[in-house]
C-alpha cells in the first residue's frame, strides 16, 4: 500500500482494531488503489472525493462492510448493494465475513468504489424524503395535539432530530413502548435536543 496515501489517524485506528482487521486493511487497499482521500471520522475510516463523504468502512458483530453513502445511486450489476433498514434513504453496504472473500471480489470492488466516485464528482444528490413524509405515530401527535409547548419545540428542531424521534417512537410494535418511549423523550424535545445529542 502506497504510505503517502494513507492517513496516520486510520492507521492507528487499524493498530488497535482486533476484530475484521485483515478484511478492512483489505478494502482500505482497494478503496485507496481508487485515489479517495483517507479520513477518520465518527471513529472509522471514511474515504472522501473532494472533500464529500462518499464511503466509509465499519465492522460490527457478524460482519465488516463497505459502507457507501450514496448507495442508493450505484449501479449495482452483482446485486450485492444491501439497504440495511428500510429507513435508510441514501447509504448501501456491501458485507464480508473473511479476507479471502474480498480477495475474490476485488476487481468488482474497484468498480463498485469507482462507481461512487464518479457520483460524488458529477454532484449528485439522493433524493431524501421529506420530514413531512414520515408518519408520526398516533400517540405521539396526541401528545402534540394536547401540549402546545411541545408541539412548538419539536418544530423547532431541525428536521433531521424530528425525523430521528419519529422513527424511534414508531419503531415499537406495542402501544405501551411507543408510550414509554415517548415519555421519556419529551423532556429532551423540550430542552432542544435531538434523539443522540
Same mark, same amino acid.
Given at each position: 500500500? %502506497?504510505?503517502?496515501?494513507?492517513?496516520?489517524?486510520?492507521?492507528?485506528?487499524?493498530?488497535?482494531?482486533?476484530?475484521?482487521?485483515?478484511?478492512?486493511?483489505?478494502?482500505?487497499?482497494?478503496?485507496?488503489?481508487?485515489?479517495?482521500?483517507?479520513?477518520?471520522?465518527? /471513529?472509522?475510516?471514511?474515504?472522501?472525493v473532494d472533500n464529500a463523504n462518499a464511503?466509509?468502512?465499519? /465492522?460490527? +458483530?457478524?460482519?465488516?462492510?463497505?459502507?457507501? #453513502?450514496?448507495?442508493?445511486?450505484?449501479? %449495482?450489476?452483482? /446485486?450485492?448493494?444491501?439497504?440495511?433498514?428500510?429507513?435508510?434513504?441514501?447509504?448501501?453496504?456491501?458485507?464480508?465475513?473473511?479476507?479471502?472473500?474480498?480477495?475474490?471480489?476485488?476487481?468488482?470492488?474497484?468498480?463498485?468504489?469507482?462507481?461512487?466516485?464518479?457520483?460524488?464528482?458529477? /454532484?449528485?444528490?439522493?433524493? &431524501?424524503? $421529506?420530514?413531512?413524509?414520515?408518519?408520526?405515530?398516533?400517540? #405521539?401527535? %396526541?401528545?402534540?395535539?394536547?401540549?402546545?409547548?411541545?408541539?412548538?419545540? #419539536?418544530?423547532?428542531?431541525?428536521?433531521?432530530?424530528?425525523?430521528? &424521534?419519529?422513527? &424511534? #417512537?414508531?419503531?415499537? +410494535?406495542?402501544?405501551?413502548?411507543?408510550?414509554?418511549?415517548?415519555? $421519556?423523550?419529551?423532556?429532551?424535545?423540550?430542552?432542544? +435536543?435531538?434523539?443522540? %445529542?
Amino acid at each position: 500500500m %502506497d504510505d503517502a496515501k494513507t492517513n496516520p489517524k486510520v492507521d492507528a485506528y487499524f493498530d488497535r482494531q482486533k476484530n475484521w482487521r485483515a478484511e478492512s486493511q483489505a478494502l482500505r487497499a482497494i478503496v485507496l488503489a481508487c485515489g479517495l482521500t483517507e479520513e477518520l471520522k465518527w /471513529g472509522e475510516p471514511c474515504y472522501t472525493v473532494d472533500n464529500a463523504n462518499a464511503i466509509i468502512i465499519h /465492522g460490527f +458483530k457478524e460482519y465488516c462492510a463497505l459502507l457507501f #453513502f450514496k448507495g442508493a445511486l450505484m449501479k %449495482d450489476p452483482d /446485486g450485492i448493494l444491501i439497504r440495511q433498514t428500510e429507513n435508510v434513504q441514501g447509504a448501501r453496504q456491501i458485507r464480508f465475513t473473511d479476507a479471502a472473500e474480498i480477495e475474490r471480489m476485488k476487481d468488482v470492488l474497484a468498480a463498485y468504489v469507482l462507481d461512487a466516485v464518479a457520483i460524488e464528482k458529477a /454532484g449528485l444528490k439522493v433524493e &431524501y424524503r $421529506k420530514t413531512e413524509e414520515f408518519p408520526v405515530p398516533q400517540e #405521539f401527535q %396526541d401528545r402534540l395535539n394536547a401540549e402546545a409547548a411541545l408541539k412548538s419545540a #419539536f418544530e423547532a428542531l431541525t428536521p433531521g432530530r424530528q425525523r430521528a &424521534y419519529l422513527l &424511534y #417512537f414508531a419503531a415499537p +410494535k406495542q402501544v405501551k413502548t411507543r408510550e414509554a418511549r415517548i415519555e $421519556k423523550c419529551v423532556p429532551r424535545i423540550l430542552e432542544a +435536543k435531538g434523539l443522540n %445529542d
